[in-house]
């Protein structure tokens, strides 16, 4: 039996595995030393095709948390940018390296990677998902809703909670473009069983394979053209920038987004109590008005440190 593990969709994750992984992710929040010698020895590669802040230093300082070496890698250094095949890539680097972390476009290029690697693979965003951010934003709002029901401060002591509890009665309402944080919704839903409600201009369009994959597994998601309507009684209000990285500045699909920006009147339609995450870059008043993102900024970089925390509970589990 093959018993590598990749991540390279919501989808190679059981729910319970997930439940794990929030409630791992909570302790190793508590106290940062937990862990420390998991990745002893091992050497953990960053291959980055495009840019990032969050996700490259949230894993590089994970893995030397749990102890291992990590090795960041820019094609624009590696014969890879001057077009050496990734599965070529990738079996030279399964001889030096313990496993891998991949920042790339199409979804199918991850995959040869995983391929050939050998080793486990952690997707960090390719052009259809964006899985270890989408577990973050969970645990995000399970540690938010938690604190507020259990009323305490510590992640660790609301996490004790019912997991299954809060986020099965959710309701989650993501604005913007049909990307690959949309995407990444629809996959999580299909798994942990919430309501979710994706606003964005007629003629917006979910990608049909991440549709169908979500229809047979049992996943069920509404696309709303009015926003207000979508924000009718949520929980969670969360967005995206309106291009994504790769994608060309069409002014022609920001002015169709535009309507779908987050504003009081979204915000005054949701739960009193709604959180509202955004996984960063923003663009203040693009999708999000200035007012709200400053509202609720406490919670968005809250979110950005969570990116630590749930991807050394991931790595504990795959590496
Ligand atoms: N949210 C996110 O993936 O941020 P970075 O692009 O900075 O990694």
């Known amino acids: 039996m093959n018993s590598i593990r990749n991540f390279l969709s919501v989808y190679d994750l059981t729910a319970d595995e997930i439940y794990d992984i929030l409630s ?21 590669g960053l291959i980055f095709e495009k840019s990032s802040t969050r996700t490259r ?16 890698m820019s094609p624009r250094d590696m014969q890879l940018g001057r077009g050496e095949p990734i599965k070529d890539t990738a079996r030279v680097l399964s001889r030096y390296i313990d496993g891998a972390i991949i920042r790339t476009f199409e979804q199918a290029r991850i995959e040869e990677f995983a391929g050939y690697f050998k080793k486990p ?17 969970i645990f995000t709002v399970y540690e938010a809703k938690s604190k507020m029901r259990n009323n305490t401060n510590k992640a660790a002591d609301a996490i004790a909670g019912d997991a ?11 604005f913007g473009d049909a990307n690959n944080m949309a995407n990444s919704w629809i996959n999580l839903q299909a798994v942990m069983g919430f309501e979710l409600v994706l606003a964005m201009p007629d ?28 924000a009718n009684n949520a929980d969670v ?20 987004l535009k309507p779908f920006i987050i504003d009081d009147a ?16 923003v663009h203040r008043n693009e999708e999000v008005t200035e007012a709200v993102f400053e509202r609720f900024s406490s919670i968005v970089f809250e979110e950005a440190e969570n990116r630590l925390h749930v991807q050394k509970a991931i790595m504990e589990m795959l590496f």
């Open 24 to 44: 791992r992710a909570a302790l190793l929040k508590a106290d940062r030393t937990l862990g420390s010698g998991c990745l002893k020895g091992k050497k953990i």
């Open 57 to 72: 230093v949230s894993f590089e300082v994970g893995v030397m948390e749990l102890g291992g070496y990590p090795i960041f």
């Open 121 to 137: 693979v952690i997707n960090g965003l390719t052009d259809l998902y964006h899985p270890a951010q989408i577990l973050t934003d």
């Open 164 to 174: 299954g509890d809060i986020i099965k009665n959710l309701k989650i309402a993501y």
């Open 203 to 230: 003629g917006f369009k979910i990608d049909d394979l991440v549709a169908g994959e979500s229809q047979k597994r049992g996943g069920r998601f509404a696309v709303s053209h009015n926003k207000i309507q979508a």
């Open 237 to 256: 209000v969360t967005t995206d920038v309106f291009i994504s990285m790769g994608q060309n500045e069409e002014q022609a699909k920001i002015d169709k």
């Open 266 to 281: 979204v915000i005054d339609n949701a739960k009193d109590d709604v959180i509202f995450l955004h996984c960063l870059p």
